[in-house]
């Protein structure tokens, strides 16, 4: 007997015969020869860039590259490079991690939950390789997968057009059965519309002479076999015996389907076929877009959401050409920054996106939480703010009857169909939380403090009064109108957590549109006036907030929310913690603490120690406490003394210390500082660019936010979602 080889096929020279492009991320010139050098010995081709700093880094990701290992950099730390990679257009680069100095086997899965692919000891030059290989051919079979379906969808597009200019007669078969058939078609067998063919089997329209000739061609091809495709055929239908001989082509179609091409007499010369000459129905190259992300990215429920206009200003219609052209262009882009999902024209005025998800409840969890995408909104174009206002639709998908010839009324469907509300007994049990209790307001001389803000109006009754003066501010009484119709705007953003534990906080601002400019609710001075309108604008939007967080633990049970609250509801309001309590409760968070309540700096310095009273009885009653604008006054230091805080959310101006070394370096002073007094848990904000998220990583903060991860949100949506 002879011996048998065994071989590993990913170890083969297939993987060699093309170079490999490796980018390393590395300080170390000698780690970088040793890498090239397990590569070489392998007979291995690899192109091979040494970079260390995050300027590099960032300027060769618009750069095709098959693997990224990273080993150690003083400029650029991992969780930047993987955060970098994920904003590229190389999102699914494998990233080899060198095994660290203080690396421990604990530490594996986090880093590979952080978005590494494998870690490598470079101390053995053979597993090094074989890891490499791996990352490898994953990487080269996901190029290989967008190339194909590329490819397919660039084919698709050329059949489509060859069709479309020779007018071929083209049916759909399903194991031998019609499933769709053209105009042509139907015509040339005499057959009065689509409905009458379906389910007929090819052989009763075609009637082919020569029967066994054409059964033996078309179970060949549905094998594979594509070389007797193109043929022809004698038939004996009645309707179609003007064209014989009929001159057929077999091609492929969806999901194992055959598509049978037949010239007639009317067909038109035939055309090199080519993308230019593609059909210009956008219906039509939107249902292929989706059908195309549907294989892309499966799901086991998906949902078509349909975005048009609710009304449109007459301003918006007397734009001129330019600004309108921006104005559309921005919709687009607000439908995609709003819900982080890939957005489909339909037409000038009609968009669509897929919300996809694992189960029907998680769905239905996304596609409710877009409601809050139907209030009015702003645009911004060439320095000026124009409205919005958007109606949703939606309708489910159902993947076996997906097709095109369903797909317009799929878009009617959506069109038609409102968004579903997903009011849930405890979504009416929070409306009805906020409906039962009355106001009841503490005055100074009961809290004894003397320094915050004396109230303006009496301790109210059930029957609410309003002071003549206080009619006389139109912010005010807007607010109150926006208020009556829920028309106060919800912001949520997701915060970065270093440590990678409490990955779904997110922060909630809140603001309405006033004379089409956007004014946010916190700290707004008007607000003194009516204490009363404070505290009721505050229930409104802690019940809001917490329907949303609700809603979103169907998705994310480790969900937190940091909710930003004027002093009003702090000080005066008896019954804010009781408040609180039954937020919490019918919420239905596994967490001790899902909600943190956050207030202004300058409104605690002004009595830190009522402050810290009115502090741990809402942590009694669940919620944690964190201060806005940290830094921002003279009694930062007091304040850290003599109250205890969850978290401190610097004031904005430290951020743009991270802008030079030396500006740095005295912000991560600062943090030592307070952090030697006792230990403390900080928030830095407003992180919009690449360099300033980067650099943020340079200072002890444990949460990082902005725009450069997340922009601000209508809605709850997780970033790996978008």
């Known amino acids: 007997m002879g011996s048998l080889e065994m071989r590993n096929l990913l170890l083969s020279k297939k993987l060699k015969l093309s170079e490999t492009r490796l980018l390393i991320i590395d300080d170390n010139q000698i780690r970088y020869n040793e890498i090239l050098n397990i590569f070489q010995n392998k007979n291995h081709p690899v192109h091979a860039i040494l970079l260390d700093d995050l300027s590099s880094f960032e300027k060769q990701l618009h750069t095709r590259w098959d693997l990224v290992i990273f080993g150690q950099a003083y400029d650029l730390k991992l969780e930047q490079a993987i955060t970098l990679i994920h904003a590229s257009s190389q999102i699914d680069i494998p990233v080899l991690l060198l095994k660290p100095q203080d690396y421990k086997p604990e530490h594996y899965q986090t880093l590979i939950h952080k978005g590494v692919y494998d870690i490598v000891n470079i101390a053995h030059p053979e597993r090094v390789y074989i890891s490499t290989i791996r990352a490898l051919s994953y990487s080269r079979t996901l190029q290989a997968q967008k190339n194909l379906l590329c490819d397919l969808d ?427 309590a039954k937020l919490i409760t019918i919420v239905g968070s596994k967490l001790s603490h899902p909600l943190i309540l956050q207030f202004d700096e300058e409104d605690i310095a002004k009595s830190p120690i009522e402050a810290q009273k009115q502090f741990n009885i809402l942590r009694e009653h669940g919620a944690e406490i964190a201060i806005r604008n940290f830094g921002s006054t003279i009694s930062t230091e007091a304040i850290v003394k003599q109250t205890d805080l969850a978290l401190l959310s610097l004031d904005e101006k430290y951020t743009d210390m991270l802008a030079d070394e030396k500006s740095l370096a005295e912000l991560q002073n600062m943090i030592q500082h307070y952090t030697m007094i006792k230990p403390l848990v900080f928030l830095l904000k407003n992180l919009n660019d690449m360099n300033a998220f980067a650099n943020a990583w340079n200072v002890d903060v444990r949460f990082i936010q902005g725009d450069y991860f997340q922009k601000r949100m209508d809605h709850l949506t997780d970033v790996q979602d978008q």
């Open 154 to 580: 660039t084919a698709k597009t050329q059949a489509q057009a060859l069709v479309q200019e020779q007018k071929k007669a083209v049916a759909t078969l399903e194991e031998g059965m019609h499933s769709q058939a053209n105009e042509e078609y139907l015509k040339l067998f005499g057959i009065g519309s689509e409905d009458d063919i379906l389910g007929l089997p090819i052989l009763d329209v075609l009637k082919p002479k020569n029967l066994n000739d054409f059964k033996t061609r078309f179970k060949k091809f549905t094998q594979g076999q594509t070389e007797l495709s193109r043929f022809e055929i004698t038939t004996q239908n009645e309707q179609a015996l003007s064209e014989n001989p009929l001159k057929i082509e077999f091609l492929p179609g969806e999901d194992g389907t055959v598509q049978l091409a037949i010239e007639t007499a009317n067909t038109a010369p035939i055309a090199q076929p080519s993308v230019a000459s593609a059909p210009t129905n956008n219906a039509d190259d939107t249902f292929h877009l989706i059908q195309r992300h549907l294989i892309q990215q499966p799901a086991t429920a998906n949902a078509l959401i349909i975005f048009s206009f609710s009304k449109c200003d007459d301003e918006i219609l007397h734009l001129n050409w330019a600004d309108t052209k921006a104005y559309l262009s921005q919709l687009k882009a607000f439908i995609k920054e709003q819900t982080g999902q890939r957005v489909f024209k339909i037409n000038t005025v009609l968009h669509a996106i897929i919300m996809q998800a694992e189960s029907a409840t998680a769905l239905e969890s996304k596609v409710s939480a877009l409601n809050s995408l139907e209030k009015q909104q702003l645009l911004n174009i060439n320095n000026r703010t124009f409205p919005l206002q958007l109606k949703l639709g939606f309708s489910p998908i159902q993947l076996e009857t997906f097709s095109e010839a369903n797909f317009e009324g799929l878009l009617a469907k959506a069109y038609d169909t409102s968004l579903p509300k997903r009011e849930s007994a405890s979504d009416l049990q929070l409306e009805a939380t906020l409906q039962e209790t009355t106001i009841e307001l503490i005055s100074n001389e009961e809290l004894s403090v003397p320094n915050v803000q004396p109230l303006n109006t009496p301790i109210i009754q059930p029957t609410l009064n309003i002071e003549p003066v206080q009619r006389e501010s139109p912010i005010l009484k807007e607010i109150q109108q926006k208020l009556e119709k829920g028309e106060i705007h919800l912001k949520y953003q997701q915060l970065y957590d270093k440590q990678d534990t409490n990955l779904y906080t997110y922060e909630v601002t809140s603001g309405f549109i006033y004379e089409n400019n956007w004014k946010k609710t916190c700290s707004l001075v008007e607000l003194d006036d009516d204490v009363e309108l404070s505290i009721k604008l505050d229930r409104w939007i802690m019940v809001e907030a917490c329907k949303q967080l609700h809603n979103f633990i169907t998705q994310y049970p480790d969900a937190k929310l940091i909710i930003n609250l004027n002093r009003h509801i702090l000080f005066q309001d008896k019954q804010f913690p009781e408040l609180v």
